[in-house]
Structure formats: C-alpha cells, structure tokens
C-alpha cells in the first residue's frame, strides 16, 4: 500500500496538472472558511439588550434554511447543473454578507431582522453548496486520490478560518471579507 507521502505526492500532481481541481480547492476553501467564519459571529450579531435572542430557536430555523437549500438543490438537479446551482448559491451568498456588512455597520439592534433575513439566506445558500460541491468533487477528483485532495483543500480552509478568527477585526470587516471570499469562489465558478 502506497505510504501517506506517495499519497500527498499525488494529491499534489493532480492539484498542479489539473486546473479544475484546483479551482474546486480555492472555491471550498473561500465557501466553507467564511461558512466557518460566520458561524462565530452570528450569536454576536444578533446580541440584543432589550429581546434577549432565542438561540435555539434561531439555530433551529437556520438548520431548517440549510435543509431547505439541500431540497431545492435535490429538487431542480434534473434540470440545472451542479455548476449552475453553485454559482447561485455562492452569489446569493455573498449578497448575503454584503447585507450583513450593511447591518453590523450601523446600530446592530435597529437592524436585527435584516440581520436574521440574512443569514437565513446563508444557510439556505450552505444548503444548496454541499450537494452541488459534492456532485462536482466526485466528478472532477479521481476516486484514487479523493481523501488525501480533500485534506489538502482542508489547509487553505482552515488557514482563512483561524486567521479570521485570531486577526482583531470588526464582525462587519469579517463580514466584507467573507463577501469577498465568496465573490473569489463564485470568480472560481
């Protein structure tokens, strides 16, 4: 059996040979890091002095947004390509923290519904994003290599995340920088 190093020798010559694959890298990197960057700061945003926010009914109806993405996407698979529905949820995506950069910027208690609006358009975008990323990892990543090219897209993606993370940023500049990480991905689209 070939030991981990002829694994990542592999992962890596595929990466440098063909240009999709690398593409499909940059773009789960940018999706999911700010995926993973919004997941952070979404109690924050909603934080409010006078309604204290039901957490677990928000993170109950954002679950709920994510399964209606996935259903959507299931449901018009049989007449948009998987590359189609990507590059929609990816630019409703990055509306959607546009809208959250708008909210975050001015009084976060006078924008907590636009705020909400928003990110339950994120998680249905995260919805549609995992069925149609997984349709087209299966077809551009050889099965051979598939596990060792999905570790490597990992690096980049957890490098963004915890640089977001431990970088001294406002959440409406993290929010401007996950617009653009997904306006990277959708350019990668």
Not at 77 to 102: D, E, I, N
Not at 127 to 146: A, N, T, W
Request: hydrophobic letters at 50%; proline letters at 5%; charged letters at 10%.
């Amino acid at each position: 059996s070939p030991s981990m190093m002829q694994h990542m020798q592999r992962g890596v010559k595929l990466l440098r040979s063909d240009r999709r694959a690398l593409l499909l890298g940059v773009i789960v990197s940018a999706f999911e890091g700010s995926m993973y960057a919004f997941v952070f700061h979404w109690t924050p945003a909603l934080r409010s002095d006078t309604i204290p926010p039901p957490h677990g009914v928000i993170f109950a109806l954002f679950m709920m947004a994510c399964a209606c993405g996935a259903s959507v996407s299931t449901l018009v698979s049989g007449w948009v390509k998987p590359t189609a529905r990507l590059s929609a949820a990816v630019a409703a995506g990055c509306v959607a923290f546009v809208m959250c950069t708008c909210a975050a910027t001015g009084d976060a208690e006078d924008h907590l519904g636009f705020s909400f609006s928003a990110f339950l358009l994120i998680e249905f975008c995260v919805g549609v994003y995992f069925p149609s990323m997984g349709v087209l990892k299966s077809d551009i990543v050889p099965e051979h290599v598939r596990g060792t090219v999905y570790n490597l897209y990992r690096v980049p993606l957890n490098a963004l995340v915890v640089g977001l993370l431990l970088s001294d940023i406002t959440m409406a500049t993290c929010f401007k920088l996950n617009a653009l990480l997904l306006f990277a991905a959708l350019a990668g689209v």
